[in-house]
Structures are given as structure tokens and as C-alpha cells.
T-cell receptor
Framework: GAGVSQSPSNKVTEKGKDVELRCDPISGHTALYWYRQSLGQGLEFLIYFQGNSAPDKSGLPSDRFSAERTGGSVSTLTIQRTQQEDSAVYLC?????????????FGEGSRLTVL | AQRVTQPEKLLSVFKGAPVELKCNYSYSGSPELFWYVQYSRQRLQLLLRHISRESIKGFTADLNKGETSFHLKKPFAQEEDSAMYYCALSGGQGAQKLVFGQGTRLTINP
């Protein structure tokens, strides 16, 4: 089967616009993560979904950021009123959860550029 | 709170020389530690985890709870080891959030 799929692969937007980034996890994976990868900042945790539990949103940098996961599968990360500092690669990962953290399988990322 | 520190953003060594990528963590409980690697134009992928006690591509890492470290080592570096390496920590015991360090870019010179 296919790995984690993310779209779009590249997105250029103007400051102030809203953007949506999509993630299709590996089928059957119950855990889904969003990270932000930017130069000098490493891999920054944003949000984590596990099954039907309430998501861990502790990494979302502001209330402009939100994410949802529909039907326990596809996830959408939404950034409202984008700012230039939001420019980064947004990575999605999924894993099987069994007695602790399983191996994370990453997508290729969505590169966001805010002009 | 979970925190991972990789003190070296860049590390450059010659082929055949030993490599050590440093990782220190902060966590009050019993952590699970991982190393992930991203080769050029490839996806981020798992290299090894401490509970497996494996050697992957010649790399090993030992969890030192006294020093709260999980350094990645390889006795003889190869050019294909050039990549971005991330150390990561999970709280374990059902606490699945995985927190990454800032990463170390390793360059192996011929």
C-alpha cells in the first residue's frame, strides 16, 4: 500500500489568506501527527491524534492554527490569516499504537511559502 | 514537560572516522528514545529506538538515564551517512506524543 500522502506538496499564498493542508495516513494507523520543519527550528510538534481520544493540541503556536481528523483517517491542518513566519514545511506522520509509541511513517511534507 | 536537546546543529567528519551525535533529554518519567534520519530528497524515517537495542547501518545508541543522554555512535563513518539526524522522545507507558530535537546535519567528507 501507499505511504502517508500529503497535499499540496507546495503552496504559495499571500499574507492574510487561509490555507488548508491535507494528510492521508497509512490505512489502519490509529495515530496521526503534525509537525512543522523550519530552518533553525528543527522539527516542531504541532498536534497529535490517537483514535477517538481528544487530540493533544499543546504544540499549536497560536489560535490561527487548527486541525481535525475525520472518521479517524484523513486530517486537515488549517492556518488562518497566514503570516510570513508560518512559512515552513509541514510534515504529517502516522503510526500504529501498541503498548507505546510505534514507528512514525512520514509524508513528504507540504512546503508553505507566505509572501 | 518533554524536551530534547541536540547541541550540534552541524557536524562534519572524515570518512572512516568515528561519529558521535549528541542527544540529551529532559523527562521526569521513563522515556522511550528514538533516532530518526532524513537523507537528501527522502522522507524522514526511523533509524533506531533504544528498546530494540539494535545496531542499524552500523549505528548504536545507549540510553544513559543517569546522564539523561541517548548519543548516536558509529565507529567508522561512511559517505552515505551524510544526512539530517533527529533525536526524539516519547513519554512511554501510553504517552505517545513524540517530541524531536532540533536536529544535527552530519556531513561525511571523503
Amino acid at each position: 500500500g501507499a505511504g502517508v500522502s500529503q497535499s499540496p506538496s507546495n503552496k504559495v499564498t499571500e499574507k492574510g489568506k487561509d490555507v488548508e493542508l491535507r494528510c492521508d495516513p497509512i490505512s489502519g494507523h490509529t495515530a496521526l501527527y503534525w509537525y512543522r520543519q523550519s530552518l533553525g527550528q528543527g522539527l516542531e510538534f504541532l498536534i497529535y491524534f490517537q483514535g477517538n481520544s481528544a487530540p493533544d493540541k499543546s504544540g499549536l503556536p497560536s489560535d490561527r492554527f487548527s486541525a481535525e481528523r475525520t472518521g479517524g483517517s484523513v486530517s486537515t491542518l488549517t492556518i488562518q490569516r497566514t503570516q510570513q513566519e508560518d512559512s515552513a514545511v509541514y510534515l504529517c506522520a502516522s503510526s500504529l499504537f501498541f503498548r507505546g509509541t510505534g514507528e512514525l511513517f512520514f509524508g513528504e511534507g507540504s512546503r508553505l511559502t507566505v509572501l | 514537560a518533554q524536551r530534547v536537546t541536540q547541541p550540534e546543529k552541524l557536524l562534519s567528519v572524515f570518512k572512516g572516522a568515528p561519529v558521535e551525535l549528541k542527544c540529551n533529554y529532559s523527562y521526569s518519567g521513563s522515556p522511550e528514545l528514538f533516532w530518526y534520519v532524513q537523507y537528501s530528497r527522502q522522507r524522514l524515517q526511523l533509524l533506531l529506538r533504544h528498546i530494540s537495542r539494535e545496531s542499524i547501518k552500523g549505528f548504536t545508541a545507549d540510553l544513559n538515564k543517569g546522564e539523561t543522554s541517548f548519543h548516536l555512535k558509529k565507529p567508522f563513518a561512511q559517505e552515505e551517512d551524510s544526512a539530517m539526524y533527529y533525536c526524539a522522545l516519547s513519554g512511554g507507558q501510553g504517552a505517545q506524543k513524540l517530541v524531536f530535537g532540533q536536529g544535527t546535519r552530519l556531513t561525511i567528507n571523503p
